[in-house]
């Protein structure tokens, strides 16, 4: 199961430089030194199965993830990215499964639709490897973000493609009928996932599992301790998922985070379906809401309120004083809402949302701010001023849902957002100049 969004690099990766990139291009995706092939013989086995040819050693990279991954080009010059995922326990490949019902309902999408995903070529269930198209040169939502390039446009386009999978049916469409594929069948496709998604554990609001206390750092087990140790948060958490129980579901990525999209030529793709199943919709939209709200944090504790890196801002983050981060607080919250209005607006153009969706996405919004600090505190001895900064801005979020609505520009389509009056309505801002208990 998994318990954080991590993102750590794939065993035996290590960072190297793009070469790709010239002077006055964009920075493509970080990549990393893969994992040697001889010890996943299965990868080259699927390719040449499904007639692409083995991977040319010369160039063969990866990229960050928890997963292995393999990008490069094959014998037969075809540009493949291909990843394994980790079986359950008992054996089960749940993650394929859930990657393979996905492929089977996104086959039904009309050319042209707002969501666009890395063509699937084909999976080998049984060694859990899936292959899909190289998108060459693109980036990952996370770096175009910190990079200040997701801008509004791509944010509405974001909510049109995040709309358009909560508009998808079940597994069983025909095929779009792209050649050089292996879609899956969609009478053998593996049925959509309808248990619940697994975050937030609600086991462990209660108690730390010893098991996990061993492979968690100081910071995260603290940041675990800011959610346990209090009782409105826990409660509200529960809150919460009775009224995701009673939500109406649909299909749902339900791991969704900037680095799950990718901007390839000017067009936003989204990709890791390991974890889609039919659940509430809110979940998306309050996640990247909440991704939002965790850049803004950050910008908190950079000297230009832009920081370049997760890594600069946590560094200055103790040498604010109280009146500086209240300000700079609520100056990166004006600078990110217009996005996450125009992500709304997205949204709302493909999809009628139903009347408490907003709410229970601020809600999860709240959620995703102490699910990323959590994992953001992987590497870390001490909690820093920006975890305790997110975990403040999660606790308004997560305690008066309806009360942000509007200032997270989530309002009513139908009422224009500057005719909101923003002075009846707490701020996110204010959560900057409290404790998180």
Aim: hydrophobic share 40%.
């Amino acid at each position: 199961m998994t318990t954080t969004s991590t993102t750590a690099a794939p065993t035996e990766a290590v960072a190297t430089a793009s070469t790709a990139a010239t002077a006055g291009d964009a920075p493509a995706l970080i990549r990393f030194r893969p994992t040697g092939l001889d010890t996943a013989p299965e990868v080259n086995t699927l390719l040449e199965r499904l007639g692409l040819g083995p991977f040319e050693p010369e160039g063969l990279t990866a990229f960050g993830g928890r997963n292995d991954n393999w990008a490069g080009t094959t014998t037969r010059g075809q540009q493949v990215f291909v990843k394994t995922v980790a079986r359950a326990p008992d054996g089960s490949r749940p993650e394929i499964d859930r990657a393979l019902a996905f492929e089977a309902s996104a086959a039904r999408l009309p050319a042209g639709s707002p969501l666009r995903t890395p063509k699937h070529l084909g999976t080998d269930r049984d060694s859990a490897v899936s292959a899909f198209r190289l998108l060459r040169g693109s980036r990952s939502g996370s770096e175009v973000a910190l990079d200040g390039d997701f801008d509004e446009a791509l944010c509405r386009e974001a909510g049109r493609a995040v709309a358009t999978l909560h508009t998808l049916g079940t597994a069983g469409g025909a095929s779009d009928g792209e050649s050089g594929g292996e879609a899956p069948d969609p009478a053998s496709a593996p049925a959509i996932d309808t248990a619940e998604a697994p975050l937030p554990p609600m086991r462990w609001l209660r108690a730390f599992p010893w098991s996990e206390v061993q492979d968690r750092s100081m910071a995260q087990i603290a940041a675990w301790k800011l959610v346990q140790d209090d009782t409105e948060v826990v409660a509200a958490l529960h809150r919460l998922r009775e009224r995701e129980r009673t939500a109406p579901h649909t299909p749902a990525h339900c791991d969704l985070r900037f680095d799950q999209f990718l901007v390839h030529d000017g067009q936003l793709y989204l990709c890791d379906w390991e974890e889609f199943r039919l659940a509430d919709p809110a979940r998306d939209v309050g996640a990247f809401v909440g991704e939002w709200l965790f850049q803004a944090t950050y910008s908190v504790f950079a000297p230009t309120g832009e920081p370049t890196s997760a890594k600069d801002a946590v560094a200055l983050g103790f040498d604010l004083s109280h009146e500086e981060i209240v300000e700079r607080g609520a100056a990166g919250l004006r600078r990110h809402i217009p996005r996450i209005s125009a992500f709304w607006q997205g949204y709302t153009e493909c999809r009628v949302p139903d009347p408490e969706l907003a709410e229970r996405a601020v809600g999860f919004a709240g959620w995703h701010l102490y699910d990323r600090l959590i994992a953001t505190a992987q590497a870390h001895a001490v909690l820093n001023p920006v975890a305790r900064a997110a975990a403040g801005i999660g606790r308004t979020l997560l305690l008066n849902p309806a009360g942000a609505v509007a200032t997270l520009g989530l309002a009513d389509p139908a009422v224009p957002h500057s005719a909101v009056p923003h002075a009846a309505v707490p701020h996110p801002a204010d959560a900057l100049a409290g404790s998180p208990r």
